[in-house]
DNA sequence: TCTCATATAACTTTATATGTTACATGATGG
DNA sequence: CCATCATGTAACATATAAAGTTATATGAGA
C-alpha cells in the first residue's frame, strides 16, 4: 500500500522555515522537497487554517512561520493535516450482519485503537522545537566550522 | 487511502472453517465472504504454505484446517500473509541526504516504530481459538435456542 | 499596470488493493 | 479413460487514493 508522507513532508518543510527567517515562496520550498509548489500550498493549507504559518501574495510574498515551535507537538501538526487515518489496515466491513465477522472485528479494533492511541500520544510528546534542536545537533556534528547552510 | 482488509477476511474466512467440519471449496467461502474465489485462494495461499490449512483438489476437495486454534494467533495469521506494512503513514523518503529529513524521520520512526511493536504484541495475545469462541458467545446471545446457523 | 506570489479547481499520473478471466494441473467417480 | 470438480497461477481489468501538473483567478507590491 502506498503509504501518506504528508506529515512527514509538512514536519520537513517546518524545520526547514525554523532554520532561516522568511517568507518562503512555496516554489523554494518545492526545490528542496523535490516536489511541485502545488503541493507545497496543499499541505500548508490546513496549517493556515489553524494558525501555525501564514501565507503573503505578492512580491516579498511567502510562507513564514507563526507559531512557538516549543507549543506545536506533531500532534497537533497532524490535526491540522485532518488526522488522515493512520493504519493501513481495517476491517472488511464496518458494521457487519456476520456474527464471525463481528467477533473477528472486535478483536482487530481494540488492537488497532490502541496502536493508534499510543502513537497520537508519542507524536504529542514531541515539539517542532525539539526537532529542531536535534536537527542542529545533526547539522554540528557534521558540520562543526559552521552551521548557516545544509544540504537538501 | 485504501486500507488493507486481508487479515479481517482470512480471519473471517478461518473462523467459518472452525464452526464445522471441512473441507470448504473456494467458490463457498467466497460467497460467504462476498468476493471471488481467486481472491479466497490468493489470501489461503500463504496460510497452506506455513500449514495452517490444506487444501485438496478435485471432487470432495477444498481447504481444510489443520491446525490447533488454540496455538495460532492473530499474529501468527499476520506473519502468514507476508507481515504487510501495518501503518498508513511513512517517511517520505527512507535515506536521505538532508539533515532535517533525518531529523523528522528519526522522530517519526520511533513513534511509528514503538505503534507497530504495540499492535504486533496485542495480536499475538489473541488465539483463533477466543476469537472463535466470542463467536459462539454471540450467536449465544443472538439465537438461544439453538447454534447451528449463522447469517453471513 | 506589470510582475510576483498565493488560491484553487480540474486534470493526469502512479501505485496498489481487489476483482475477473483463462487456462493448467491434479484428484475423484463413473 | 475420461468427464467433472477443485485448486494453482498468470494475466488482465477495475477502483481508489496519493501525488504531481496545468490553468486560471486573485491580490499585493514595485
Known amino acids: 500500500m502506498r503509504r501518506d508522507s504528508k506529515l512527514s ?77 493512520l493504519l493501513a489496515m481495517g ?12 467477533a473477528v472485528n472486535a478483536a482487530l479494533d481494540e488492537a488497532f485503537h490502541d496502536a493508534e492511541a499510543l502513537l497520537l500520544s508519542r507524536l504529542g510528546e514531541v515539539t517542532l522545537e525539539m526537532l529542531s534542536d536535534d536537527f542542529r545537533k545533526r547539522l554540528g556534528s557534521r558540520k562543526p566550522q559552521g552551521m548557516s547552510a545544509h544540504r537538501v
Open 9 to 85: 513532508g509538512v514536519l520537513h518543510v517546518l524545520l526547514h522555515m525554523a532554520q532561516q527567517p522568511g517568507p518562503f515562496t512555496s516554489e523554494t520550498l518545492a526545490k528542496a522537497m523535490d516536489t511541485n509548489p502545488v503541493v507545497i500550498r496543499r499541505i500548508m493549507a490546513g496549517l493556515r487554517e489553524i494558525g501555525y504559518v501564514r501565507s503573503e501574495k505578492g512580491h516579498g510574498g511567502g510562507w513564514t512561520l507563526a507559531c512557538d515551535l516549543s507549543k506545536v507537538t506533531l500532534r497537533d501538526v497532524y490535526d491540522a493535516l485532518g488526522s488522515p487515518s
Open 91 to 102: 476491517n472488511r466491513t464496518e458494521a457487519p450482519g456476520c456474527l464471525v465477522e463481528q
